[in-house]
């Protein structure tokens, strides 16, 4: 089964090289355009699903990794 892997970043930008370069000449300082969540409870709400996502994610790669060495050692 496929997951999407799991992001702590999902309300900042994602810049480019490109972006990164023309944010030299950017006069008006609104270059960036943020994750906008409609109102706070939907923002708590993506955020917490977020941070559960990623200790489930942290739980996974902990068994995979005790695994492996469980596999070495016997």
Known sequence: MYRKKP?????CPKPSFILGLATVLNVRGSFFEFNYSDSEEEADFNALKSDWAMVGQDICNSMESAKKELRKAG
Do not use: I, M
């Open 7 to 11: 992001v702590t970043n999902f309300l």
